[in-house]
């Protein structure tokens, strides 16, 4: 198989890219992977300690058939990061398959990704490929396709990242023009029009809105996992954008989930409204001020 390269984008979370990186190199494909790690500098003089600390630990990795470690002099911040790493090596290898310092991936990851990213290779519908699962819904089949992209574990081609289009206000433009909004904010149940609103307006700065927002746009599809091969550990309080509370968490499928093509080549309906279900319980008011209550006699006081 000819491997797919891994991104890994890290910064100053030495616990957990030293979790990400032991199970992803006991993964069964980890020895003809080539892996990128993109590690980005210090924001100032308090985080160049940790920032160094990490990368003595990357520079000591090893059970990939390559390793490139990629030091940035200065803070690039995730997104800009991102963008340029996933840019530089679509163009170069075709296809790419990222991860954040946060994530812990299944034994079977890197063999689901590139069986996917094979099998759909030639299909122009499908863009984006997913493997975490946060909804838990028992009734999602274990792969499906969906107009939605995930960013936690994910892989893609040069061929859909050309549609990637970093300039939110033109994404929200054109959202709002077709009248879109509703249904790329699952029927209203989540607020991602307001997280593209929040781009443009400098309140955050997601490349992951904006993939999401290209491919929506271009009625490209996302290959998505009803079994999740992908943990998010970054619900700590740790990260830049993950606050506290457990609201996403999963459970590591540990079996090979194999890949069939889907046919026809259309969004699972059924799929789209078990994300409805998910974040009509999840993101409704009530649910959000009892979490907010939880997490403050627990004392935490995360976003």
């Not at 470690?69 to 990061?81: F, P, Q, V």
């Not at 490349?207 to 079994?227: P, Y």
């Not at 457990?246 to 259309?266: D, R």
């Not at 009509?280 to 939880?294: H, L, P, V």
Request: with cysteine; glycine share 8%; proline share 3%.
């Amino acid at each position: 198989m000819n491997c797919a390269p891994i991104l890994l984008f890290t910064y100053n979370r030495l616990t957990h890219t030293r979790r990400c990186l032991e199970a992803l190199s006991k993964n069964t494909l980890a020895s003809q992977s080539e892996l990128f790690i993109y590690s980005d500098g210090a924001k100032d003089d308090t985080q160049r300690t940790a920032v160094e600390e990490v990368r003595r630990y990357l520079r000591t990795i090893q059970g990939f058939k390559q390793i490139t470690l990629i030091e940035r002099s200065k803070n690039w911040g995730l997104a800009r990061n991102i963008i340029d790493g996933v840019t530089t090596q679509a163009n170069h290898f075709g296809k790419v398959i990222v991860l954040e310092d946060d994530l812990v991936v299944a034994p079977h990851f890197l063999q689901f990704m590139n069986d996917a990213l094979e099998t759909y290779k030639d299909e122009p519908k499908v863009g984006h490929i997913q493997a975490c699962d946060f909804t838990q819904d028992p009734n999602l089949p274990e792969t499906f396709l969906i107009k939605w992209t995930g960013s936690w574990g994910w892989a893609t081609w040069d061929r859909a990242w050309k549609h990637f289009n970093p300039n939110g206000k033109e994404l929200l433009q054109e959202l709002e023009e077709r009248k879109l909004t509703h249904t790329f904010d699952f029927d209203g149940k989540y607020g991602y029009t307001r997280m593209l609103r929040r781009q443009i307006e400098g309140k955050n700065n997601s490349w992951a809105i904006r993939w999401n927002a290209s491919l929506f746009l271009k009625d490209i599809l996302s290959l998505n996992v009803g079994r999740s091969l992908v943990q998010n550990e970054g619900f700590d309080g740790s990260g830049t954008n993950c606050g506290g509370g457990g609201l996403y968490a999963s459970t590591l499928y540990l079996n090979k989930l194999p890949v069939h093509p889907i046919s026809p080549v259309e969004e699972n309906k059924d799929a789209r409204q078990a994300y409805v279900r998910y974040y009509a319980r999840t993101n409704s008011f009530w649910a959000k001020a009892i979490r907010r209550i939880k997490r403050t006699l627990k004392g935490d006081f995360g976003a």
